[in-house]
């Protein structure tokens, strides 16, 4: 610890974000003497990911789940009520702290914010990880009209309107935010991140787990990831089908999510032998696996532009592989790709492009290659974990405290610098 200024940093969020910011960015603000507290249901969408970040907080409050886990609606909205009423009773009479971070999870849970800005005199930020209720309109899980539709856009604009910062993940979703009506100088582009240390480029020939997997003569095209709504797989399994008869062409969907049934029922009804399904891998072996594969594919259902931007990137970019994005053009990932020649940009619905794509790739490995290396400098020099680490420092330190003080990692550029 050091003798600076103590700040003291209250973050919510349902469940531990399936980006790598708790274990980044907790121990780094621990470091600085900040005191920090995270507010987290027991439950888990995805088992078995290692929490040491919870050994750098203050103190990581619990909240119960009763043994249920967030798949099914109606467990999800018992935990949901059951962290609302607890997050709302200790940040209301709890002890007090100097700023609140709310992420996307309860969906709006953000606008509590307001009431601990005006009755305790706690400034907040908004982590953007979803737009809601965007994003379950468009996935159909919510009306686009009616009565509690109408009342969470006005949730929603509300608690955006009155946070003191809103971080948004992508330029895509920046331009929601201020087609919506939020003050451009609230709104700050913090994309996420990979640990480009954690995951490296790892070469086929010392790649063990590809050769567990007897891939080793296999050009994989490989989906890690969550399969869930916000996803668009039914063009990428019919190219699949169509390019059964090419040998050593392989597809792997690797993760789990509300989809993956879907995707295992397609490969069962079509018998297909070129298209390999893999739970999530642990954490340790992240680096493997993504390196595994020759071709990512990353997709996002038509219409979800701007209400979510796939975390998934940067770790592909990270362990140095190209990427094939089916897309809208003005999401996040497209622009990514057209500015830095780091892969190719599909319209969804396009399966003749798709197909296209996928075997310019499959016959040029010069172009596997010197797309992944365009991928794996991206990383280094703009989605870091060190460039991650100072802009979010960087926004959330009072004035007080960082006059005279440099609280970044020596020799860390800001993203806007880069």
């Not at 929490?51 to 203050?58: D, G, I, P, V």
């Not at 080793?216 to 063009?235: A, C, E, P, W």
Request: hydrophobic share 45%; net charge positive.
């Amino acid at each position: 610890m050091t003798d600076r200024p103590s700040f003291r940093l209250r973050i919510f969020n349902l469940v531990e974000p399936v980006t790598s910011m708790y274990p980044d960015l907790i121990p780094y603000w621990r470091s600085l003497g900040w005191q920090v507290e995270v507010v987290i249901s027991r439950a888990q969408y995805r088992s078995g990911r290692p929490k040491h970040w919870a050994t750098s907080c203050s103190r990581v409050h619990w909240t119960p789940n009763f043994g249920l886990q967030p798949r099914r609606p109606f467990d999800k909205l018992i935990i949901m009520l059951a962290y609302v009423i607890y997050a709302g009773f200790l940040s209301l009479f709890g002890p007090r702290v100097d700023h609140n971070l709310f992420l996307t999870q309860p969906p709006l849970f953000f606008v509590w914010g307001v009431l601990l800005q005006r009755l305790r005199r706690q400034p907040y930020t908004i982590v953007l990880m979803d737009l809601y209720p965007d994003v379950a309109i468009q996935a159909g899980l919510l009306a686009k009209e009616g009565l509690i539709t109408g009342l969470s856009f006005r949730v929603s604009r509300y608690g955006l309107l009155h946070a003191d910062h809103v971080i948004a993940i992508g330029r895509c979703m920046q331009e929601r935010l201020l087609a919506s009506g939020v003050d451009a100088s609230r709104i700050e582009v913090i994309p996420n991140w990979a640990d480009e240390k954690l995951i490296m480029p790892f070469p086929h020939t010392e790649n063990d787990f590809r050769k567990q997997m007897g891939w080793q003569d296999k050009f994989v095209v490989m989906y890690s990831g969550n399969i869930g709504l916000t996803h668009h797989f039914s063009d990428i399994l019919q190219v699949a089908r169509r390019l059964q008869d090419v040998s050593d062409l392989l597809f792997v969907f690797v993760g789990d999510g509300r989809r993956r049934l879907e995707v295992e029922r397609f490969v069962a009804r079509h018998q297909l032998s070129n298209l390999q399904m893999l739970p999530i891998q642990p954490h340790s072996q992240l680096a493997q696996s993504l390196g595994a594969g020759d071709l990512h594919f990353v997709c996002l259902g038509r219409g979800f532009s701007g209400l979510v931007v796939p975390s998934k990137i940067y770790g592909v970019l990270a362990a140095g592989r190209p990427v094939l994005f089916q897309g809208e053009w003005r999401s996040e990932i497209a622009r990514l790709i057209e500015e830095e020649d780091i892969g190719q940009v599909v319209a969804p619905g396009d399966k003749v492009g798709l197909e296209r794509a996928i075997m310019s790739y499959f016959a040029d490995f010069s172009l596997v290659r010197r797309q992944g290396e365009n991928s794996r400098r991206l990383v280094e020099v703009r989605y870091s974990k060190e460039a991650a680490i100072a802009a979010y420092t960087t926004l959330l330190t009072p004035i007080e405290i960082l006059t005279g003080i440099n609280p970044l990692p020596p020799d860390t550029k800001l993203l806007n610098e880069t």
